[in-house]
């Protein structure tokens, strides 16, 4: 279900990048369902549009909940402003916030390359269900089933992961998980 009255502003909020513990984690249920959250959804879509990403999940920002946002149908340009200076126009946002989702069926099999904002400049093939219906809560506590498909069901289970505590490099063989967690983790202590 798309958010239909959502406009673009926010705060940037800090995204958490691996080996954050948070990422490990699984998440908490959301149980309150009020302004604070509305407001921490907003600046959720506004930090991912400029990120840019085409989800973001709690855990990324440091919360324990189980929540996330995606937008897979957004066109972001580069513009000239008129100091001569590079701004972003973005449109056809069709923002979807999805509170305690639950994967009540996956079938088919389909791989692509996914790249995370919690695991920077690293982008492999992955495997993932092709099809999936997912269970969910909106805003308001709502519940809500989506049957999705292509890059929505990827994206969806890619932000679900998070909230089981699992980050994308997980989902690869054990050589190049090993590789790429050793290599974040090298990066991480050197800044």
Known sequence: MYLTDYKLEGNLLPIYTYPEPVLSQVAKPVTV??????????????????????????????????????????????????????????????????????FTRKAGETTSKEGCLSVPDVYEEVTRAETVVVEYQDLDGKPHTMEADELLAICLQHENDHLEGIVFIDRLSPLKKKFFKQKLIKEKKRL
Do not use: C, W
Request: charged residues 25%.
């Open 33 to 102: 369902f009020d302004q604070a959250l509305r407001d921490l959804v907003r600046d959720m879509l506004y930090t991912m549009y400029h990120a840019p990403g085409i989800g973001l999940a709690a855990p990324q920002i440091g919360l324990s909940q189980r929540l996330f946002v995606v937008d897979v149908d957004y066109d972001r340009d580069e513009t000239e402003e008129a100091d001569g200076s590079v701004g972003v126009a973005f449109s056809n946002l069709r923002p979807m916030v999805l509170i305690n989702p639950k």
